[in-house]
Structures are given as C-alpha cells and as structure tokens.
C-alpha cells in the first residue's frame, strides 16, 4: 500500500486558474512534508512542512499542512504555462537516518 | 542550482554487463543518496550514504552497490546490468538528514 498518495494524478487547466493539488501520508514516525516540481528534467526544491497550520508562500505558490488530517496541500493561484510540470511530494519519517518516501506525482497541464 | 553533476548523463549498454554512474558534489554536503525514477512508480530510493564509507540500503537496493571514497563522489554500480533496470536515476545531496535534498541533473540508463 502507498504510503504517500498524491491527487489529483493529472489537471489540465486554463492560465489564470488556480489549482489545489494535495497529498496525504502516513502518520508513522511523521517529521516532515516536502513539495518538488519537476519539469523535463530533475525536481526542484519547493518547500519543505513540519508544523501543523503554518503555510509557507512563495510568489504564487502556497503550502500548507494538516498533521491532524494527515494531509497537505500546494495551491497555485493565477496558473502560467511554465507552471506546466509534475509536482511531487514526500514524506520524511523519523528513524535512524531520515529518508524521503515520495508520491506518484500529480502532472499539471496550463494551457493559454 | 546546487553543485551536482552526474556522468555519464545517457547510457545504453546490453544485458550482463558492469556499469556505474557517478555523481559528484561541490557543497560538501554530508548526504548523498541514489533515487531511480520510473513510470508509476515515482521516485524510489535505491542506496544512500552519511558520510565517507558510510552506505546503507533504501527501497530498492537488490542488484545495485554504492561505494563513496570521497565526501564529493558517491558511485553507483550495476554488477550485471539486466533489462529492469532501464530508468532514469537521480542524485540528491542534503546537509544533514532533516534538511531539504537536492538533486542531481538525472542519467538516463538503457539496458538491451
């Protein structure tokens, strides 16, 4: 069973629009949620998420996480094209060495 | 950009034989890790390392080893390439454990 589920797993929408994409996780030995964009190419570093109820912004994009629902959130608001890509998240656990368990990915589509 | 390469960045090769790709790092980071990417699978961690001749297995370590020499070069080998492990692999480094990854440019591998 997939312990990160990522959802939707493909959008297709119109520049300007805003988009929500979430993912919920395991409660397990929770430490920390991280957001990835990846284009045709590596992942890029978003944001990373420890605390309940503290949203993190950058520019256009926004997080956010819900450790009692076990989930989080990226939205984009006034999507562009070069938002285009699959957006990853991960969870890290604690454990004797902390790694990342990453989701499917939700591919994004801005269309003009 | 974090200081990561990766070489050879495509490889085809055929069944059977050896192969090993590099990654190296200008950040001296202490972690460094080998993710394989494939289609409805996501990004799955194969073997990651703490520091110098430190290694230790992920998710998916069955027919690969590691080895790290150096804090910059963190190498992955494929003893006996076989065709299931045509893929897309991936580097990352983190400072520490707890922090943000960041990954590599990515080798595109193909095994006939």
């Known amino acids: 069973e997939d312990k990160v589920v990522q959802s939707p797993l493909s959008l297709v929408v119109h520049e300007g629009d805003t988009v929500t994409l979430n993912c919920s996780y395991e409660?397990?030995?929770?430490?920390?949620l991280l957001w990835y964009k990846q284009e045709k190419k590596a992942p890029t570093f978003l944001f990373m998420l420890?605390?309940?109820?503290i949203e993190k912004k950058s520019g256009r994009l926004s997080s956010i996480l819900d450790k009692k629902e076990l989930f989080s959130i990226l939205n984009i608001t006034a999507t562009q094209t070069g938002d285009s890509a699959v957006y990853l998240c991960a969870q890290r656990t604690q454990g004797g060495s902390e790694k990342l368990v990453f989701g499917k990915g939700t591919k994004l589509t801005v269309n003009p | 950009d974090a200081g990561i390469t990766q070489s050879p960045r495509h490889k085809v090769t055929e069944t059977g034989t050896p192969v090993t790709l590099r990654c190296h790092q200008t950040e001296n980071h202490r972690y460094m890790y080998w993710y394989r990417q494939d289609p409805g699978h996501g990004l799955r961690l194969i073997h990651y390392?703490?520091?110098?001749?430190?290694?230790d297995k992920g998710e998916v370590s069955d027919g690969y080893s590691v080895s790290r020499s150096k804090t910059e070069d963190f190498l992955l080998t494929l003893e006996s390439a076989t065709s299931s492990q045509t893929s897309v692999y991936f580097c990352?480094?983190?400072?520490?454990?707890?922090?943000?990854?960041?990954f590599g440019p990515g080798t595109r591998l193909t095994v006939l």
């Open positions: 409660v397990t030995n929770f430490r920390s």
């Open positions: 990352a480094i983190s400072q520490e454990s707890y922090n943000e990854q960041f």
């Open positions: 390392s703490y520091g110098v001749k430190d290694t």
């Open positions: 420890t605390s309940s109820g």
